[in-house]
C-alpha cells in the first residue's frame, strides 16, 4: 500500500489558455505516475471548475475558500486573457496569485510569449502590463515560455522542485 503526503496544486488561468492548462495538469499526471511511488508525495491537481456550485457568495470567494485555502502551491499560466475581473483584483487568477502571496504560498506564474493574433493585442498588453508590474515590486520570479514543451519542461522542473521541498 501506499503512503503518501498530497500536496494539491491549484491550476489557475484565463481562459484563452486551456491547451495550457491541460499540459499543466498531464505534467502533474505523470508525475504522479513516475514518482509519487518512490518520492511518497503526490500532487492533487485543483482548478475552479473544482469548486460545487454555491449561490451563497461572489464565485471568487467561493473558490478562494472552497479551494485555494487548502492548496499548497499554485501554478498559473498566462498569454492573451488577465481574465475576469472580480470585485477585489483584476482578474480571478490575479487575485489567486495574491492569495497565495498573502499566505506565502509558492505560486509560479509562467508568461507565454508566442505570437499574438491581431484580434487579442488589447489582452495581452494587459497581460504584458501586469507581468511588468510584478518585475517592478519584485514580487519573485516569473518564467516564460513560448511553445508547449517548454512549459512542460519547466513545469517539471517545478513539481521537482515543490517535492523536494516537502521532503
Known amino acids: ?3 503518501a503526503r498530497v500536496l494539491r496544486i491549484f ?11 491541460s499540459v499543466v495538469r498531464e505534467c502533474i499526471n505523470n508525475w504522479n505516475s513516475y ?27 467561493l473558490i478562494n475558500a472552497k479551494a485555494i485555502a487548502h492548496c499548497d502551491a499554485l501554478i498559473a499560466p498566462f ?6 475581473r472580480t470585485k477585489d483584483a483584476i482578474s480571478g487568477t490575479v487575485n489567486e496569485i495574491e492569495e497565495f502571496q498573502k499566505d506565502n ?14 484580434n487579442r493585442t488589447a489582452g495581452s498588453n494587459i497581460v504584458r502590463r501586469f507581468e511588468r508590474k510584478l518585475h517592478s515590486v519584485d514580487s519573485g520570479l516569473t518564467s ?3 511553445i508547449p514543451d517548454t512549459l512542460r519542461q519547466k ?6 522542485d515543490i ?3 516537502a521532503s
Open 105 to 118: 504560498k509558492r505560486a509560479a506564474i509562467f508568461f507565454c510569449h508566442k505570437d499574438v493574433p491581431t
Open 35 to 61: 514518482h509519487a511511488p518512490n518520492r511518497g508525495i503526490v500532487f492533487l491537481p485543483v482548478t475552479g471548475e473544482d469548486v460545487s456550485p454555491d449561490s451563497r457568495s461572489p464565485a471568487q470567494r
Open 155 to 160: 513545469v517539471d522542473a517545478l513539481l521537482v
Open 1 to 3: 500500500m501506499l503512503e
Open 163 to 165: 517535492a523536494n521541498e
Open 79 to 84: 498569454w492573451t486573457s488577465i481574465g475576469t
Open 11 to 21: 491550476i489557475g488561468s484565463p481562459g484563452d489558455i486551456s491547451d495550457d492548462k
Open 144 to 146: 516564460t515560455y513560448k
